[in-house]
């Protein structure tokens, strides 16, 4: 797939920060932001209600139909808590972001979440589920881990992918 824009996964479990860093991405590149949560609602990529997670489940395969088209055209910015259902060849790079796991508790109970998705989410940011799962999905070299616990780590992780992102634009020129 050649584009004349890389495609950006920003991955990590919910309460990390993926949709304020691709928001901020997105206004500081131009690049398109696609909150996979927001398409899903608004394509009907959601089926039946999870009543114990308090949460829809993702019709994986509606929804690689729905984006196919416009990530082939590059620029865009994928906010989601999985990875490995999308296809490999769409993602130049992919970010995992992490965060210790007392400021992900305060982020989840300030949201709401009920004992047992609170419980749940801790646990997947403390055996790195999400950060294995990127791993085992694409190449080594594109799966890069960034901290995310307060304004300076997302400061210095949008400083990071821009300047990123400026150099796959002059590696890539034609």
Known sequence: MTRRKPNILITGTPGVGKST??????KRTGFEWLEVSKISKQCGCL???DEKYESYVLDEDKLLDELENRM???GKVVDYHGSDFFPER???????LRTDNTVLYDRLTQRGYNKKKLEDN???EIFQVLLNEARDSYQEEI???????NDDDMSNNIDRIVKWIDQWQK???T
């Open 90 to 96: 769409w993602f130049d790079i992919v970010f995992v």
């Open 143 to 149: 799966v890069h881990e960034l901290q995310s616990d």
């Open 47 to 49: 089926t039946d209600y």
């Open 21 to 26: 860093l691709s928001d901020e991405i997105s």
């Open 72 to 74: 082939a055209e590059g």
């Open 171 to 173: 590696d890539h020129a």
């Open 122 to 124: 801790v646990q997947c």
